[in-house]
């Protein structure tokens, strides 16, 4: 008799135990998105075609938002499209990286093949990366336009 007291008690703490540990993982915290994004990008005053842009988050690590991107067009106005294909961007501080992208439009479009290809702007290499890029944006749920005023020094 126990024995089978002890093993009770400890299969009850064991099932606690399990309750605790399991209970503080499922709940994940969730994040709100602002489902239009958009905007110009500019180096030194002057549109930024065929740019590749993306918003990483910098919130709470415990959420797990997805980035948001997209591309410049010949006057350098992007839109943004999350990870998880919805349109706009999560709400909250982000880092903004913006790459070079491809000269002309995709691949796939022949009348895109057809048509002269723009040329593609230096982007300073301080913006590639989400560690070291000096662009910080906060995206609100009201504002639906934010401009990115690059500079060749990178500030």
Same mark, same amino acid.
């Given at each position: 008799?126990? %024995?089978? %007291?002890?093993?009770? %008690?400890? =299969?009850?703490?064991?099932?606690?135990?399990?309750?605790?540990?399991?209970?503080?993982?499922?709940? +994940?915290?969730?994040?709100?998105? #602002?489902? +239009?994004?958009?905007?110009?990008?500019?180096?030194?005053?002057?549109?930024?075609? #065929?740019?590749?842009?993306?918003?990483?988050?910098?919130?709470?690590?415990?959420?797990?938002?997805? +980035?948001?991107?997209?591309?410049?067009?010949?006057?350098?106005?992007?839109?943004?499209?999350?990870? #998880?294909?919805?349109?706009?961007?999560? =709400?909250?501080?982000?880092?903004?990286?913006?790459?070079?992208?491809?000269?002309?439009?995709?691949?796939?479009?022949?009348?895109?093949?057809?048509?002269?290809?723009?040329?593609?702007?230096?982007?300073?290499?301080?913006?590639?990366?989400? +560690?070291?890029?000096?662009?910080?944006?906060?995206?609100?749920?009201? #504002?639906?336009?934010?401009?990115?005023?690059?500079?060749? %020094?990178?500030?």
């Amino acid at each position: 008799m126990l %024995r089978l %007291r002890s093993a009770v %008690r400890g =299969v009850a703490r064991l099932s606690l135990g399990v309750v605790l540990v399991l209970g503080g993982c499922s709940h +994940s915290a969730s994040y709100t998105q #602002n489902e +239009s994004v958009e905007g110009t990008v500019t180096l030194d005053g002057v549109p930024v075609a #065929n740019a590749v842009v993306q918003f990483v988050p910098d919130i709470d690590p415990k959420v797990q938002a997805p +980035s948001s991107s997209g591309y410049t067009d010949e006057k350098g106005h992007f839109k943004l499209t999350c990870d #998880n294909t919805k349109p706009g961007a999560v =709400v909250g501080k982000h880092n903004v990286v913006v790459l070079p992208g491809r000269s002309g439009g995709g691949a796939d479009d022949e009348e895109a093949k057809a048509a002269p290809r723009a040329k593609v702007a230096p982007v300073p290499n301080v913006y590639s990366l989400a +560690s070291t890029t000096p662009l910080k944006i906060e995206v609100t749920v009201e #504002n639906h336009s934010y401009d990115l005023a690059l500079t060749k %020094r990178g500030q």
